[in-house]
């Protein structure tokens, strides 16, 4: 009867403590509220890092009744946000990039704030409005404020190609000159073009298709009256299948999971062109830091036919915060998603990050490498939309995954279309 | 009346265990096999769509390429088994530097396979450690794209995944051999047995139950324990080279965010390693009964 009772009793005391912890878990300290926010600038080297540092000061200090708690989480982060959302526990505010379809896949998840955002609403082109908004329909509500453009282009580095005795000043703007180009560089000992499959794939792909393809060729894309196995397309991957297989690429890149790796390699001068990011990192602000500014040049496309357009930079909406909705300092939380993409936060982007913002009221004076003030003006003039924003997520990832196979020849570049049309929903 | 109340008390002892199984493995599979009819990405509700999901996945490539290279896993089985034992068997006497290799042998086992998984992609890449080597003593006929041939790699991730489980299985093994009484190995010294008949007539049957966890342990890995290797070694690349169904079930739900179909591929996983496991007990305890 005694073990009876004393049994009894622990199993009282069990339930009270599992009741009280569950119990306690959603209630709020008094105080200064505190908002975790999850991106993977925090503790990076380099520039993200240093950003992310003068972002956090400059709102303490703005917004001194909000506490920052900035956590990193690793790129690509979505199988923790999905988590976190699944769960209906985490960050507060979380970074996403509006120029897939992340905005598109997690969209019903986040606050709709186009009230809190209605006084900085102009400051931002519509498209970029759009990126961060379901179906990139705006009118369907935005959930998140793009703080940066992003896009890719191919830098190169002018040192080797003086050495290599390709003019450094009249870079090649075809693919035959490219492929001119690389013969000279690769006589001269260097890898022609800097390759790791990481997300280097789909990057090199898709930002040729964004030249390649009209506007409503995109579109189509994503609605499935245009198709991967289009001619355009084929003769997209059979370009890069034969540049690999010429030996102009980095052989190693197939085998290196991480674009990081062969980024710095860049940076080591070890490669002569690499396609980089015009925000966020290995952009014209960090290989600029690295090779020296009067060493580093900039190319939008390498044109052939039958590319709809020539010399020009396929970019949407960059990185942008957004709000879960099942945050409970949802308010707090807005604050930060608006600051960061505010004509304040932008300028600290221009001074440490080197991105390009996607608030239109940026002081972009403050750029003084010569590669940036180019992008700058690419990015003014010859924007188009990008392909990536078009191609349904599973199709991204057939993408990135098959194109090792078509670059070493293993599949053909028809094969490979097919293939990604195979993901199609 | 006494051993009712001793049964209530056992019942008590292990009722936070019970529960802990039922919230966090019992639940979350039983609802797995209800989102496997469902069309669902974890964020809206998710809808109801019968058996859509299991007729998407019989037409999935990446699901027949999964499948194909499951079962080429499952033919490494014997080679897992038998590897260990054959080097526990060689060093079970004391031999020079079986002291040392009982002590390295573990390593590789008790290192993350996300460590492992990294530090093998670095060693087989187009300009890696292996392939210089193999250059470097005249062998380069022998070098290759290790991670890139789309026939090989799902080989190499089977080598790769054995090497890591070797060192536990010679110890498991050695720890099984250690009961084998030191007479029954004298008497097949006395009826002139070779290494190898003894190994078949006295060792093996010794640590059968050994080997038959061995092996269970095995299918369990190959079919379902695959995940960190993979990821961080080939990313179930190139293609769906080295994909296999539990990859399947991450990708589906965390890369493409469908987890209603995600959920159909773990139902999947779930009853082909339920069948090859109750296949397999009910082999031994045929093999028991005789």
Redesign the interface.
Known sequence: MK??KI?AVV?IL?LTTATGLFAGGGQEAAGPVTITIWDWFTGSKGSQGVLADKLDEAFQTKYPDIQVNHESVPHPP??IY??A??GKEGADCILVHANGQNFQ??G??FVVIDDSIADMRDQFPLATLADCSPERDVSLGVRGLPMTVQGWVWYYNKQLFNQAGVDAENPPTTWDELLKACAKLEASGTVPVGFGKGIHAEMIIAGTLDQVLSDEEKRGLLSGDFLFTDRKCLVTYEKFADLFQRGYMD??G????LLREKGEEFMAGKSAIFRGFISDIFNWFEFGEALGPENLGVIPNFYFAPSTHRGVVGAAGGVGYAVPTYSDHQDAAIEWVKFTASVEGANLLLRNGGAVPANTEADRSLVANEVGVEIMELTANKLVPPTKAFTQ??QW?VLR??A??ML?G??SAREYGE?IE?ARE | MSRNKYDYQAFFFVLPLLLMIAVFMLYPALTTFYYGFTKWNGISSPIWQGLANFARLLRDSSFHASVRNALILALYVPLWTILPLLVAASIRKPVLGSGFFRSVALVPFVMSPVILGVLFNVLLRTNGVINTLLRGVGLGMLSTDWLVEPDLVIHVVALVTIFKFFGFGVILYLGAMGKISESLYDAAKIDGCSWLQTLRAVTVPGIRHTMEFFVVLGFITFFARMFPIIYTMTGGGPGYASFVPEFGIYFQAFQNFQLGYSATWAIFVYLLTFLIIFAQVMLMRREEAQ
């Not at chain 1, 197939?254 to 999971?257: N, R």
Request: avoid cysteine; glycine fraction near 4%; charged fraction near 30%.
């Open positions: 073990r009876e049994g199993l069990l979505y199988d999905q988590a959302i699944v896949d997690l019903e998840a052989q190693e197939l085998t290196v999971p997520t599973p990832n995954s098959h090792p196979l070493k293993e599949i293939e195979k």
